[in-house]
């Protein structure tokens, strides 16, 4: 599936009847993979494309893998990626 301006965005398996993201993820993927890279001084990059799971109470939700030489174990393994669809809902 592709998002909303362009994005490489799978569906799980069994969720092709979800709708597509409201809002496209390639922005806030690539500010984290350059704060990762800049974090741990070294590239980053997906290791897969982010998978879009649904539609949480308050976000979007994917999940992302992360790769690179630098990165600690922790950020190498499926993380799930929430995006607020309102900057204003962060804190909650």
């Not at 799978?10 to 709708?19: K, S, V, W």
């Amino acid at each position: 599936m592709t998002a909303e301006g362009g994005d490489d965005v799978e569906t799980a398996a069994g969720d092709a009847d979800l709708p597509a993201p409201l809002i496209p993820i390639a922005e806030e993927i690539a500010a984290l993979v350059a704060w990762l890279g800049k974090q741990y001084r070294g590239d980053v990059t997906l290791a897969e494309p982010a998978t879009f799971k649904g539609e949480g109470f308050d976000s979007d939700v994917y999940l992302v893998r992360f790769s690179g030489e630098t990165l600690p174990d922790e950020w190498r393994r499926p993380l799930v990626l929430r995006i607020k669809s309102d900057a204003d809902r962060f804190d909650e």
